[in-house]
């Protein structure tokens, strides 16, 4: 079902006035992980301001450690739909488990993270709901697995799944992953499904994520995920990959020119 061989046209996943895979380059922005209303509205209207069109936020995370902060839950989501109102973006965040489905209700778009790109159960719940789901490709899976992941939303009725390419483990420890550009052009051949590039975790170093967003967006990728924090020293989570404030904006400018000459 994903693949284009059989349905040569693009699929348009539409949240609301925002559109993946019309041909545009579509922007999600936000932090890793939302920690608190004020850091959250911060980013929202910075990110906002500078061409954002989606605002991104962890409310709970499959953090490494479990002695690290693991998101505010119920309550990360109440600031990210209040955060989304204001703005006017539409929202992302990331759901781990087939119980919390209810709580993502009112969450325009769901993400599954790479590490629950297997989560077979999971990906059959969400495939059971008209509700976008971005899915994200595991650290350690490879294009073919991922394709077949988003077989199991497809199958089960769900038609608004869009990829994520998100990096992989190498052999190479100066990057917290490899981001893997040969994906873009190759998941565009082989799916109709839009797909989006997050440089973050692919680099795992903020001063690499601009360069390689611009790569991405060469590449033909139809969106870009991006962690913006306004005080990324600070952050409770992922800080070393995220962008400041004036990052982003710059970021922005780059993508849009990269956008008009692909
Ligand atoms: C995230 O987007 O914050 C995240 C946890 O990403 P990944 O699932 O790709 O590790
Ligand atoms: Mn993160």
């Known amino acids: 079902l994903a693949s284009r061989k ?16 019309d041909g545009n380059l579509t922007a ?55 955060a989304g109102q204001k703005t006017g973006l539409p929202v992302v965040s990331e759901i781990m ?15 599954v993270g790479a590490k629950n790109m297997q989560n077979y159960p999971l990906l059959e719940a969400l495939g059971k709901l008209d509700k976008p789901v971005l899915l994200k490709r595991g650290s350690g899976n490879t294009i073919e697995e991922l394709l077949y992941s988003a077989e199991y939303i497809l199958s089960n009725g769900n038609p608004n799944v869009i990829l994520c390419e998100r990096g992989i483990r190498t052999f190479e420890p100066m990057t917290r992953n490899t981001f893997d550009i040969n994906a873009i052009p190759l998941l565009k051949e082989l799916s109709h499904l839009p797909v989006v590039a997050d440089p973050s975790h692919g680099t795992g170093i903020s001063s690499i994520v ?3 967003t611009h790569a991405a967006i060469a590449s033909g990728c139809d969106g870009i995920m991006v962690e913006v924090h306004n005080d990324p020293a600070c952050a409770l989570c992922d800080g070393q990959q995220a962008v400041d404030l004036n990052g982003f904006a710059q970021l922005m400018l780059g993508a849009r020119e990269y956008e008009k000459i692909r």
């Open 6 to 21: 059989k349905h040569p046209q693009n699929t348009i996943v539409n949240i609301g006035k925002v559109h993946f895979g």
């Open 28 to 82: 999600i922005a936000g932090p890793c992980t939302i920690e608190s209303k004020e850091q959250l509205f911060a980013i929202a209207e910075a990110v906002k301001a500078s061409g954002a069109d989606l605002l991104r936020g962890g409310a709970y995370k499959p953090r490494t450690s479990p002695y690290t902060f693991r998101g505010l839950g119920p309550k990360g989501l109440e600031y990210l739909l209040e």
């Open 97 to 111: 488990e087939i119980a919390d489905i209810p709580l993502f209700k009112d969450v325009d778009l769901i993400q």
């Open 210 to 212: 601009t360069p390689v």
